[in-house]
């Protein structure tokens, strides 16, 4: 078997310490934080289209990284050839999963019967692949946004020709997302959205993405799919106006389509700060409604207003996140590397010093995270700070039995109330800082 990274050895944990730059620091696989080993804690998946597809184009310059693997890009050859490339990629960085869209797996072809048999071989191949090697798909999804016919999206398209072939594709992706034992199936809804109000007609096109929604999830359950459905929010690029915009919009969404019981989010730290969010706060919305399936870990550059698709490697944000997921009891999903190497960034070792920053970046933030809640401080201060809803006349609104004329009285008998506690934020950000950098 032809090795494509042969300049790479087999990548380990050798501690903080090391310079060894082909080691990890933080990620130490069977390490248990908080009762559980960390790979359990971290599933890690491999982002098809970045890692195997992408090549460091950008809006002024073409390629700048060689992703061929010894095969003529457009050719079956070369679909092959990312098949084995990444799974010797995933096998030296012990990743277990890969996320996929259909295009990422074979070139497009222009009718759906061929581009379904060229996915029927590399899906083949790829389950071949997977065989005694314990990696398998964190989640699947069609491509329903670079083609051009999806000029005008895809369940929302004025067209319903092309709403049947993004039923089509995702029929397709879903197959094989089962298939390849896939945890989740994600819609992204990049051309969802309008540049314009004058030629949209909003709410029609809401009730066809719901309904593509529950055709998709009626077929995926017909197949055997037991894995959660997400949607992945993101607020703008490609369209000026995308309608999954934040996790609370596709949170009310999913539930006025009822389609809340097959669906949860797969929330992205880049599109979290596109939406004037932190990745934190997308990550509690999601957990506090029951709602948080999936990561794209990734990470954004403040500076920029676009989607950068870093490799994360902010510690902070990084605990942030790993203290919402430890809170919220896990994830169903995983943690894709939505993520691309900088142009610059072209060789086949930055791609593997790439996984090595984000996969290290999470392992930080779990063990930092789990310090955080171990330590107790912060939750200590949270549930004093609604202490008075604890008993008397806010235990009373707490438990749904208060009405408006008891409060109005009690406000009358009090007086002039006292100044709500202290909020504390200093001295919580201190905490935080004093067990990051101990
Ligand atoms: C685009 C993006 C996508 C989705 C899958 O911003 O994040 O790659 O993750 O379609
Ligand atoms: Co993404």
Redo the contacts with the bound molecule.
Sequence with gaps: MKEYFETIPQIRYEGPETKNPLAFRFYDPEQEVMGKPMREHLPFAMAW?HNLGAAGTDMFGRDTADKSFGARPGSMEHARAKVDAGFEFMQKLGIRYFCF?DVDLVPEADTIGEMNRRLDEISDYILEKMQGTGIRCLWG?A?LFSNPRFVNGAGSTNSADVYCFAAAQIKKALDLTVKLGGRGY?F?G?REGYESLLNTDVKFEQENIAALMRMAADYGRSIGFEGDFYI?P?PK?PMKHQYDFDAATAIGFLRQYRLDRDFKL?I?AN?ATLAGHTFQHELRISAINGMLGSI?ANQGDLLLGW?TDEFPFNVYEATMCMYEVLKAGGLTGGFNF?AKTRRPSYTHEDMFHAYILGMDTFALGLRKAAELIEDGRIDAFVKERYESFCTGIGAKIRSGSATLEELAEHARKLGAPELPGSGGQEYLQGIVNSILFK
């Design positions: 289209w869209h999804t491509n994600v992204w990049g992945e993101k690029e797969n992205e599109h794209d989607d939505d």
